[in-house]
Protein backbone atom coordinates (compact mmCIF):
# COMPACT_ATOMS: atom_id res chain seq x y z
CA UNK A 1 0.00 0.00 0.00
CA UNK A 2 1.43 3.56 -0.98
CA UNK A 3 1.56 6.43 1.03
CA UNK A 4 1.81 9.68 -0.22
CA UNK A 5 3.17 12.74 2.05
CA UNK A 6 4.61 16.21 0.88
CA UNK A 7 7.98 18.35 1.39
CA UNK A 8 7.62 21.96 1.08
CA UNK A 9 10.78 24.00 -0.02
CA UNK A 10 11.15 27.75 -0.27
CA UNK A 11 14.78 28.87 -2.66
CA UNK A 12 15.26 25.17 -2.16
CA UNK A 13 15.83 24.95 1.52
CA UNK A 14 13.03 22.47 3.37
CA UNK A 15 10.41 24.18 5.02
CA UNK A 16 8.66 21.54 5.87
CA UNK A 17 8.93 17.91 5.68
CA UNK A 18 6.73 14.27 6.04
CA UNK A 19 3.25 16.06 5.64
CA UNK A 20 0.25 14.20 4.93
CA UNK A 21 -2.70 15.44 2.49
CA UNK A 22 -3.94 17.52 5.14
CA UNK A 23 -1.52 19.21 7.04
CA UNK A 24 0.19 20.29 3.32
CA UNK A 25 -3.30 21.45 1.76
CA UNK A 26 -3.59 24.02 4.98
CA UNK A 27 0.38 24.74 5.45
CA UNK A 28 0.69 25.40 1.55
CA UNK A 29 -2.54 27.68 1.30
CA UNK A 30 -1.32 30.15 4.46
CA UNK A 31 2.30 29.70 2.96
CA UNK A 32 0.80 31.45 0.13
CA UNK A 33 -1.03 33.83 1.80
CA UNK A 34 1.42 34.70 3.60
CA UNK A 35 4.09 35.46 1.30
CA UNK A 36 1.49 37.36 -1.11
CA UNK A 37 0.69 39.36 1.94
CA UNK A 38 3.47 39.79 4.66
CA UNK A 39 7.08 41.93 3.22
CA UNK A 40 9.68 38.40 3.54
CA UNK A 41 12.58 37.49 1.67
CA UNK A 42 9.98 34.99 -0.68
CA UNK A 43 8.12 35.15 -3.26
CA UNK A 44 5.24 32.60 -4.49
CA UNK A 45 7.82 31.63 -7.00
CA UNK A 46 10.78 30.42 -4.56
CA UNK A 47 7.76 28.23 -2.97
CA UNK A 48 7.73 24.50 -4.27
CA UNK A 49 7.00 21.05 -3.13
CA UNK A 50 7.13 17.85 -3.94
CA UNK A 51 4.63 14.19 -3.59
CA UNK A 52 6.76 11.54 -2.02
CA UNK A 53 4.92 8.28 -2.21
CA UNK A 54 6.32 5.50 0.26
CA UNK A 55 5.59 2.22 0.46
CA UNK A 56 3.88 0.32 3.55
CA UNK A 57 5.71 -2.41 4.32
CA UNK A 58 4.49 -5.60 6.35
CA UNK A 59 6.23 -8.85 7.65
CA UNK A 60 5.78 -12.16 5.64
CA UNK A 61 3.55 -13.32 8.38
CA UNK A 62 1.21 -10.36 8.69
CA UNK A 63 2.55 -9.68 12.44
CA UNK A 64 4.83 -7.45 13.29
CA UNK A 65 8.47 -8.35 13.79
CA UNK A 66 10.14 -7.06 16.75
Avoid at 6 to 34: D, R, V
Wanted: aromatic residues 14%; glycine residues 6%.
Amino acid sequence: MANKIYHIYAKGECLYNNLNEEQFQQTWSQLQGMVGLMRTDYSKEDLSYEQVYTLMESSPTGHDSY
